[in-house]
Nanobody
Framework: QLQLVESGGGLVQPGGSLRLSCAASGFTWDYYAIGWFRQAPGKEREGVSCVSRNGVNTYYTDSVKGRFIISRDNAKMTVYLQMNSLKPEDTAVYYC???????????????????WGQGTQVTVSS
């Protein structure tokens, strides 16, 4: 059974950093791209970042470019999202998701993912 578990969320001051982890189990990891999404209260879900199966090709939404870094450890079946220079507008529940993909690409669209974690809360506030 495919399972994704996020961790690493919490409360951080503006300008601070957090590293989110997405640990996977129960499926053939190598066939899946992994994405990070977020949803703030009253807002639609937003694609934040994703990483391809080969761990090389990535996508970032414009608002996090230069601040967030996604990485993939295939041996540990874990994807990380390093979030730096956090802003109050980054406050949201962050979800990771897995979707079948070509080897070199990933998608920032939630409809391209079929398995989701339970989410982890990130709050940026002074």
């Amino acid at each position: 059974q495919l399972q994704l578990v996020e961790s690493g969320g919490g409360l951080v001051q503006p300008g601070g950093s957090l590293r989110l982890s997405c640990a996977a189990s129960g499926f053939t990891w190598d066939y899946y791209a992994i994405g990070w999404f977020r949803q703030a209260p009253g807002k639609e879900r937003e694609g934040v970042s994703c990483v391809s199966r080969n761990g090389v090709n990535t996508y970032y939404t414009d608002s996090v470019k230069g601040r967030f870094i996604i990485s993939r450890d295939n041996a540990k079946m874990t994807v990380y999202l390093q979030m730096n220079s956090l802003k109050p507008e980054d406050t949201a529940v962050y979800y990771c998701a897995a979707g079948r993909s070509t080897y070199y690409s990933c998608s920032g669209q939630g409809s391209d993912y079929d398995s989701w974690g339970q989410g982890t809360q990130v709050t940026v506030s002074s």
